[in-house]
């Protein structure tokens, strides 16, 4: 039987968290943990199914809201500051703290969909995770938008993302129809993200993590184009880095874009194809890009 527990988890800050645990009743002390790293403005709820599926395989799944999102919300988001950077550096971190305290000899996994694949490179735990699966993972630099969505995306989350924010005092993504409302400072970093990631810290961060990561590209997606994915790639100099691309044709569908890859039609495809990476690092597609890690040394000086 599946089991789904709620809970609470403090950011390193003390900012409490959201959070449900998914696993099996057949589980006794879990040798093998995954944490699931939401996309920008999507709750935790939303990966439930794919949890489940990796619980229903010997997984304890956590599941999380960042600070502002979902159940993670503070009466007023008008007065949250928050920004990407805390999500990772706080509350991403504060989870994995978490995970290693209270499970530490199970193997960490992490997957990682468009932002969430971004967070654990803000991580000073890092390098405590063993593997990471990211799917159309990104940070939103609007060059890599898509050639045929580009105007279209530039005005709505360049111009008038930030334009609403300022007249509501955080972002009204409910009211307008365009995923969950977001802090002020989360979305303003969005409209104004440059080519690279600059936050205070971050340029120490990324290169600690040296896990395995394989990155998915899926080839409908305006947002982790080919171009956006490999862009975070190479934050993670310190890892081992395969990128694979999946065309809706391959799977006899029309179309697949950024987010249906955690519906459950996929659990006897794509998902059994992650399952395998997480497992035992086995990659079953073929490679569009490899980049290897780079030795320890070089990494931590190179710039972001």
Request: proline fraction near 6%; include cysteine.
């Amino acid at each position: 039987m599946q089991i789904e527990s709620p809970t609470r988890i403090t950011a390193t800050d003390g900012y409490p968290l959201a959070a449900t645990l998914h696993y099996s009743d057949r589980l006794q002390l879990p040798q093998r943990v995954a944490i699931i790293n939401c996309a920008t403005g999507v709750k935790a709820s939303y990966y439930a199914r794919y949890a489940r599926f990796l619980a229903a395989h010997g997984y304890l799944a956590v599941t999380y809201d960042y600070r502002g999102i979902g159940a993670s919300r503070p009466l007023s988001l008008r007065s949250l500051k928050a920004s990407k950077f805390d999500w990772g550096s706080k509350d991403f971190e504060g989870i994995l703290q978490w995970v290693i305290k209270n499970f530490p000899d199970a193997g960490i996994a992490v997957v990682g969909h468009s932002i969430g694949g971004v967070l654990p490179g803000f991580s000073a735990s890092g390098g405590r995770i063993d593997r990471m699966l990211t799917v159309a993972a990104q940070f939103a630099y609007w060059q890599d938008y898509a050639a045929r969505a580009r105007f279209r995306m530039l005005l709505k989350w360049h111009v008038l993302m930030p334009l609403a924010t300022a007249l509501a005092g955080y972002f009204p993504g409910r009211r307008l129809g365009w995923l969950e409302d977001l802090p002020a400072g989360v979305a303003y970093e969005w409209a104004f993200r440059r080519a690279r990631l600059a936050p205070a810290g971050a340029g120490r961060l990324f290169p600690q993590l040296r896990c395995p990561l394989l990155a998915y590209s899926i080839s409908d997606d305006d947002f982790g184009t080919p171009s956006a994915v490999l862009r975070l790639l190479r934050h993670y100099r310190g890892s081992e880095r395969t990128h694979v691309v999946v065309r809706p044709q391959e799977l006899a569908l029309a179309e697949i874009g950024h987010f249906a890859f955690f519906h459950d039609r996929f659990s006897d495809s794509l998902w059994l194809e992650s399952l395998a990476w997480l497992d035992s690092g086995t990659v079953t597609r073929q490679a569009a890009d490899f980049l290897p890690a780079e030795p320890a040394a070089k990494a931590s000086v190179l710039p972001l």
